[in-house]
């Protein structure tokens, strides 16, 4: 077999991963054994009702829920087998986030949150900071760098939460609904330079939406139903 057949190794492999929570005395299965490969250079959505489970299945991609039975490696590597200072170094090597809710420090200005992860990489401020003031450009709110969360539009903090989770230049970024607060011609700026970050060979990008205004960007659409995956492939299907 010659290298070009040779098939890349998955960002993301999950093999029979389920997960669990209790209600009361009640135990409910949100996750009923999900097998997943995730390729590098891939824009993959992750679409469905409330309460099927998107969250809590990207939250167990990435290092934050940990299953109740199954296996995820991420890059070749068994994050559940690590330490938790390990699976913490590793997320902050790896993976950006983009959450549903900001997450933006209150009391730092714009450029400041978005150089979060490279402070805590170790990087010195300054040019963390050049870096972060860089990526906010890209996004066309780089005269707003000096501005505190609260003197942002929703609009304009959810462009900071983008910042910060590119400016590192993770192999992985995980989004949670990153076009909700945008409109359509915002959201598609947005999601251009998502995919643009995703189209690296060893980069993925993986995204919870319920935006159509934005399907048509994707390379891989999964529907999730009820904790399972019910449709694998590169449009939405028919009935949904």
Known sequence: MSVSDTK??????????????????????????????????????LVGESGSGKTTMISIMCGILWPTDGDVEVFGTDIYALSDNELVNFRL??????????????????????????????????????????????????DQAAKLPNQLSGGQQQRVAIARALVHEPRLVVCDEPTAALDAKSGRKVMDLLREVGVAEDRSVIIVTHDNRIFDLADRILVLEDGRITHDGTDMPDDH
Request: glycine content about 8%; hydrophobic content about 40%; overall charge positive.
């Open 93 to 142: 090597q790896n993976i950006g986030f983009i959450f549903q809710q900001y997450n933006l420090i209150p009391s730092i200005d714009a450029a400041s949150n978005a150089a979060v992860p490279l402070i805590a990489q170790g990087m010195n401020r300054l040019e963390a900071r050049e870096r972060a003031v860089a990526m906010l450009e890209k996004l066309n709110i780089g």
């Open 8 to 45: 890349p190794q998955p960002a993301i492999r999950t093999r029979g991963v389920t997960r669990d929570f209790k209600a009361g005395q009640q135990t409910i299965r949100v996750l009923h054994g999900i097998d997943l490969d995730v390729c590098p250079g891939e824009l993959t959505y």
